[in-house]
Structures are given as C-alpha cells and as structure tokens.
C-alpha cells in the first residue's frame, strides 16, 4: 500500500472495523463467484468429453443395426454349432473319463399354457389282432412341442353413450346432455395405445430393430404405419417421460 493511500485511512476504529467487514464480505462474494464460475467450466468440460466420447463410439464403435454381411448372415448357423470353450474343456473331460452325456433338449416352462392334442386310434381298430377281443386303455405316452402364435393386433373401439331428458326437450328452452369423459390417453387424438408404444419403443431400442423395419412388419398385419409416424411418437414420447428420466439421472450422480 502506498503512503498517500495510508494517510487517506479514517482515524477512528469504527470506521477502520466498517472498511474490514467491507473488505470481507466482497471478499466472500468473489470467492463465491469464483467458485460457481469453477463448477461451470467443469460442467461444460464434462459435457464436452461426453460428447467426445459418443462421437468416438459412435465413428468407431460397432453399429446396434448394422446389417451383417454376407458371410456372417451364412455362416451363422454353422457359428452357432460350433462348440464353446466350455463345451471343448467339458468333450475333453468326457473323453478322459469315457462318459459322454446326451444333447439336453430345450426346456419348456412349466408355467407356460398347455393344451392337449389327443391321437387315438379308430374305434375299430381298438380289438386284439389275436383273439378279436376289445382292448382296454393300459396307460399314455405323452410327449410336448412349443408352439409360437404371432402377435395378435386388434382394434379398440371407444363407445360413449349419450343421455338427454325426453321432458327437458319437450317442454324445456334446452336439453342437457351427459356423456362420460374423454379416457385420458399418453397421446389424444391419436391411435396409438400404451402396447402399441411399448412395442415400438422395445423393439427399437432393446432388440435393434429399425423403424423402417418395423413399418415392413406392421404392413404384414394390414397396418399401414409409415416409419415418418412412429418417428413422431417416439419423440412425443421422449418429451411426456423426460420427468421420469431426469428423476433416474439426478439419482445416478448421487451415486460414487
């Protein structure tokens, strides 16, 4: 400090005490801003290796719908059928110990819905071929075979009746009219359901199935939903559960 800003100081320790605590509190103040300031920048610097790193994955990295080429959409069944190194280790084993364990056939969930298929054979044919008595039921063999349906697609049709007063438009100036309410819906005035968009939402982002792809499978059912569409809702989508995703992500950067 120089001498001449030395001399200009009051004289009195109240204002000196008064000139400190100013002193103090822009001195706070800086520090705070300087602080908030600091956490900007590691924001944006954070932000930007992200987004340095999605370009790096998404120039490098292996594509979630590239088409496979010709040689692996070929060879895939002889890929599957080649043995693991689990399986190698497992045939050494079985050679070792000359013990070698039969193909295990697929499970089926026992909770899955079963129906029975009878084959039984003609009535006449039900006599001994020897003495040309009846035979009797002595017991089954029942085996099981998984069937798939295709997805089932059906169209919900909205009824709202409408009630009025037969008196009331007779002999009254106006007639009351009662309907029930509009069901609340994800996306009014549209056709698509909740299943619909779920659907739509897993088999794009979960199995990688594109959407034009997904247009081609529709038009199979004799729905004609244009890929441009499906765009729409998803991002409709997007936007009604954000809440939901800032909620997960701010749950996320609590974690260590």
């Avoid at 000196?16 to 908030?36: D, F, H």
């Avoid at 998404?58 to 496979?68: N, T, V």
């Avoid at 009254?172 to 009662?178: F, I, L, S, Y």
Wanted: glycine share 4%; charged share 30%; aromatic share 6%.
């Amino acid at each position: 400090m120089k001498t001449s800003d030395i001399k200009q100081l009051p004289d009195d320790v109240e204002s000196l005490q008064k000139m400190v605590l100013e002193l103090q509190s822009e001195r706070e103040k800086l520090q705070t801003e300087m602080a908030l300031e600091e956490q900007r920048w590691q924001q944006k610097i954070r932000y930007m290796m992200e987004q340095w790193q999605l370009s790096l994955q998404k120039r490098f990295g292996a594509s979630s719908e590239g088409l496979p080429g010709q040689g692996e959409l070929f060879n895939e069944l002889e890929d599957a059928l080649e043995p693991t190194a689990d399986e190698v280790a497992e045939d050494q084993s079985q050679t070792i110990t000359y013990t070698r364990q039969k193909p295990r056939r697929p499970r089926i969930d026992e909770s899955l819905p079963r129906e029975e298929v009878l084959h039984d054979i003609p009535d006449e044919d039900k006599v001994c071929d020897c003495c040309g008595h009846d035979l009797h039921r002595m017991g089954e063999e029942t085996s099981e075979e998984l069937e798939f349906i295709p997805a089932s697609i059906k169209v919900l049709r909205h009824v709202r009746p409408k009630y009025s007063c037969r008196a009331c438009e007779k002999h009254g100036t106006e007639t009351a009219v009662k309907i029930a309410p509009v069901q609340p819906s994800i996306m009014p005035k549209s056709i698509a359901t909740p299943s619909l968009l779920a659907q739509i939402i897993s088999a794009k982002f979960q199995f990688g199935l594109p959407l034009y792809r997904q247009e081609a499978m529709f038009k199979q059912y004799g729905i004609e939903l244009s890929r441009q569409t499906m765009s729409r809702w998803m991002l409709t989508v997007s936007e009604k559960l954000r809440p939901l995703y800032q909620r997960m992500r701010d749950i996320l950067l609590k974690q260590p």
